[in-house]
Structure formats: C-alpha cells, structure tokens
C-alpha cells in the first residue's frame, strides 16, 4: 500500500517534470484556492507594517501598503494537494532556499531573514498584485510565466528584484 502510493506519487512528479506547461490549467483552480487560504490566515494572524516598513512598501509603489499584513513562519507553506506540492518544489517556488512567500497583501517570510530587502522584494510583488486586482487575476500570468522561462527570467521576478531595496 505504502509502496503504491510511491509509485503513484512519483509517476505525478514524472509527468509533471516532463510537461508542467500542459498541467497548468488543471492546477491554477487548486493554487488559487491554496494561495487565497494561506492569505486569508495571514491577514487574520499576520502584523500590519510599521512607519519605517510602510515607507518601503510606498517606495515601491504599493498604493494601500496599510492593508499589507506580515507573518513570520519557521518555513513557507506547502500546499497539500502532492500534485501540487510537486508542481511548487519543481519550479523552485516553494524549495527550501525560499525565504519569502507573497500572496496579495499577505506575506510570509522565514524567520532570521527579515531584511529591507526582502521586504522591499515582497512588497513590489504586493504592487503587482494590485495591478492584477487579485490573487485569482495574478497567478495564472505569475505562475505562467515561471513555467514558461522559469524563475530567474520570470519578468514579475526581475521586477521585484530590480525594485529590491539595499539594506544598508
Ligand atoms: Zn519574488
């Protein structure tokens, strides 16, 4: 039983890594879904910014960086669902060098690296989502894009990088 479930679950990841483009639209209804929960848990548990921090997220052109919430987590969340779990661990999105997660005003950053930086990094992705006008309407050209290029040539990552502010 425990073996099948194996195989199972390596034939999904198999797969995925063959053709994680084709898979896309199966899986975007489940991402956004997961992603809209884990936001809602960081707005109820999650910290608004302080004057320092809200200065940065206007500085990269948030325009409500009040609603902003920040909660800091031991290590990001995974999604439940192993196809996707597999999906978000074979584009990077989700390893375990990730040290920070934004979903609409919620972000999630690992614990010993809060930085101006990183911040700054997260909080360009708030402004992008806000340009989408949701979760629903920013992942699917988010999560597009990583498949297609992939991370470090995603132009939503390029953008937020080249938005990032120095912790100096
Ligand atoms: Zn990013």
């Not at 899986?27 to 929960?37: K, S």
């Not at 987590?73 to 375990?96: I, M």
């Not at 360009?124 to 498949?147: C, D, N, T």
Request: some cysteine; aromatic content about 6%.
């Amino acid at each position: 039983m425990v073996i099948g479930k194996c195989i199972t679950f390596l034939g999904i990841w198999h797969d995925m890594q063959l053709d994680l483009q084709a898979l896309l639209p199966r899986l975007l209804p489940h991402a956004i879904a997961w992603a809209e929960a884990v936001a809602a848990d960081v707005a109820a548990t999650g910290t608004a910014l302080n004057a320092r921090d809200l200065a940065i997220a206007s500085a990269v052109e948030v325009q409500r960086p009040e609603n902003i919430r920040v909660l800091m987590v031991d290590r990001l969340p995974l999604p439940p669902d192993p196809e996707l779990q597999a999906a978000a661990v074979q584009t990077g999105l989700l390893g375990p060098t990730m040290t920070g997660l934004t979903l609409g005003y919620s972000i999630l950053i690992c614990h010993g690296h809060m930085s101006r930086r990183l911040l700054s990094h997260e909080c360009r992705h708030v402004f992008q989502f806000e340009r989408a006008g949701s979760i629903a309407s920013f992942l699917p050209a988010y999560l597009g894009s990583i498949v297609q290029v992939g991370y470090g040539n995603c132009p939503f990552e390029q953008d937020a990088r080249a938005h990032e502010l120095s912790d100096a």
